[in-house]
C-alpha cells in the first residue's frame, strides 16, 4: 500500500514539474499557435449567404437582382466619391488599408511574446556593454545579431523603425521625458495616419444608402418612361428600381461599415505593439533592470493576448540554452 501510495506521488511529482518546465511551456505555446484565418473574407461569405439565402427561402426570384445597370450607378458614384475625398498619398493610405483589411495579420500573443525576448535580449546588451553597444544593432536591424533571431519582429516594418528609432535616441543621450515626448508624437501622428483611411472609408459606406435612393430614382425615371407597357412590365421595372435600393443598404451595412471595423480594430492592435514598445524602451531609460523592464511591456498588452508570467520565464530561460 506504502509502496504504491509513493509511486502515485513521484508520478505526480513527475508530472507537475514536466508541465511547468520551459521546454514543455513552450512547446504547447506553439501547438495553440493558429494562424488566423482571413475573417473579412469569411464574413462577406456570411452575409452574403443570409442575405440571398433568406431571399431564396422567401421565394424570390435571383434574376431580378442582376441588376448591373443598378451597380454601376452606385458602385461608380461610391469610387468617383473616394477618389475625391483622397489627394495625394491619401489614396496609397486608402488602398493599403483595403488590402489590410484582407490580408493583414495583427499581433497575437506569439508575436508579443518574440517581442518581449527581443526587448530583453537589447536591454541585456544595454546592461553588460552600455547604450552605445547598441549602436551596431541600429544601423541596420536586419544585419543584428538580435533582430535576426525574432523574424516576427522584424516583419513589422514600422514597428522596428519605432524601436529603432527609440534606441538611437538612448544612444545619443535622450532623457526619459524627452523620450516620451518623441514616442507620443509618433504615436499620435501613426494614429492619424491610419485612421485617415478608415474615415474615409466609413464615411463612403454611409453615403451608399443615399447612393442607392438615387440608383432607385433613376429606375422610377425609367418605370414611368414605360408607363403604357402594363402591369407586367411596369412591375419588373419598379423591381429593377428597388434593387439599387437594396445593394446601397447592403454593401453599407454588410460590406464598408464592417470592412472600415476591421481595420480599425488591426490599427489597434498594432498600437498595443507600439505602445509595448514605448512602455520598454522607457523603463530602461530609467535604468530599470531588463526584467522589470519587460514586465513594464508586458502590462501594455490586451489580457487575452498577453504571455503569462510562468510563460515568459520559460521562453528567456530557453532562450539562454
Given at each position: 500500500?506504502?509502496?504504491?501510495?509513493?509511486?502515485?506521488?513521484?508520478?505526480?511529482q513527475s508530472r507537475e514539474s514536466t508541465a511547468f518546465s520551459p521546454a514543455y511551456l513552450l512547446?504547447?505555446?506553439?501547438?495553440?499557435a493558429v494562424v488566423l484565418p482571413v475573417t473579412t473574407i469569411i464574413g462577406l461569405v456570411v452575409v452574403f449567404a443570409a442575405v440571398l439565402g433568406g431571399y431564396a427561402m422567401g421565394g424570390g426570384p435571383f434574376a431580378v437582382l442582376l441588376q448591373p445597370n443598378e451597380l454601376v450607378v452606385i458602385g461608380g458614384a461610391a469610387v468617383g466619391?473616394?477618389?475625391?475625398?483622397?489627394p495625394g498619398k491619401v489614396g496609397k493610405r486608402l488602398l493599403a488599408s483595403f488590402k489590410k483589411a484582407f490580408t493583414g495579420k495583427p499581433p497575437g500573443k506569439n508575436d508579443f511574446l518574440d517581442l518581449l525576448k527581443c526587448l530583453f535580449q537589447?536591454?541585456?546588451?544595454?546592461?553588460?556593454?552600455?547604450?552605445?553597444?547598441?549602436e551596431a544593432h541600429v544601423q541596420e536591424p536586419s544585419k543584428s545579431t538580435i533582430f535576426k533571431q525574432f523574424p516576427t519582429v522584424l516583419a513589422r516594418h514600422h514597428a522596428v523603425d519605432f524601436l529603432v528609432g527609440g534606441l538611437r535616441q538612448l544612444v545619443d543621450g535622450?532623457?526619459?521625458?524627452?523620450l516620451a515626448q518623441l514616442f507620443d508624437t509618433e504615436l499620435e501622428t501613426h494614429h492619424d495616419e491610419e485612421h485617415q483611411p478608415i474615415n474615409l472609408i466609413r464615411s463612403t459606406g454611409d453615403a451608399l444608402p443615399g447612393l442607392g435612393?438615387?440608383?432607385?430614382?433613376?429606375?422610377?425615371?425609367?418605370?414611368?418612361?414605360?408607363?403604357?407597357?402594363?402591369?407586367?412590365?411596369?412591375?419588373h421595372h419598379v423591381a429593377a428600381a428597388l434593387v439599387g435600393t437594396f445593394l446601397g443598404i447592403l454593401m453599407c451595412y454588410g460590406m464598408l461599415s464592417p470592412i472600415a471595423t476591421g481595420i480599425e480594430m488591426q490599427a489597434v492592435s498594432e498600437a498595443r505593439y507600439l505602445l509595448c514598445i514605448k512602455e520598454a524602451l522607457l523603463a530602461a531609460a530609467r535604468g530599470t533592470n531588463p526584467k522589470l523592464a519587460i514586465e513594464f511591456a508586458r502590462s501594455a498588452i490586451f489580457s487575452d493576448e498577453r504571455p503569462t508570467s510562468i510563460e515568459l520565464e520559460a521562453a528567456l530561460k530557453a532562450m539562454k540554452k
Open positions: 500500500m506504502a509502496t504504491a501510495l509513493s509511486r502515485a506521488v513521484k508520478m505526480l512547446k504547447a505555446q506553439q501547438a495553440s466619391s473616394l477618389v475625391i475625398s483622397a537589447i536591454f541585456q546588451a544595454m546592461r553588460r556593454e552600455g547604450v552605445v553597444a547598441l535622450c532623457t526619459p521625458t524627452e435612393i438615387v440608383a432607385a430614382v433613376l429606375g422610377i425615371i425609367i418605370t414611368m418612361a414605360h408607363i403604357d407597357g402594363g402591369p407586367e412590365v411596369i412591375g
